[in-house]
């Protein structure tokens, strides 16, 4: 079983150092970087709008646990979005890659 974990992050420095830890780690796979979103959400009693950037990771569901440990430990945000979705289909040779590149 694998999955992908979303997570926003304050731009794409920080989606890069943070996906660029967690490959090397093989904590995942992959990290895809969405440079720029737009985000409204309500924070500490306003709504608040912010530039943001997505970091979407693949990886093993083992390693789920502690792929959000770890993001929490080098995210800048004191209550960081962060989701992950199980993938229920999939290429079979990059889901093996997946295996293979988290295995390690």
């Known amino acids: 079983m694998y999955a992908i974990v979303e ?3 304050s731009g794409v420095t920080e989606s890069k150092r943070i996906g660029k830890t967690v490959v ?3 904590l995942a796979a992959c990290a895809n ?3 720029e ?3 409204v959400y309500w924070w500490k009693g306003a709504v608040q ?3 943001e950037s997505i970091l979407l990771l693949k990886t093993k569901a083992e390693k789920v ?3 959000i440990e770890r ?3 080098l995210h800048s945000y004191e209550n960081p979005a962060i989701i992950a979705v199980p993938i229920e ?3 079979p040779a990059y889901l093996r890659w997946i295996e293979e590149e988290t295995g390690r």
């Open 65 to 67: 646990e502690r792929l």
């Open 89 to 91: 289909k999939g290429s």
């Open 24 to 26: 090397e780690e093989r």
């Open 37 to 39: 979103i737009s985000s």
């Open 33 to 35: 970087i969405i440079p």
């Open 49 to 51: 709008e912010d530039a």
């Open 7 to 9: 997570v926003t992050t």
């Open 71 to 73: 993001i929490r430990e």
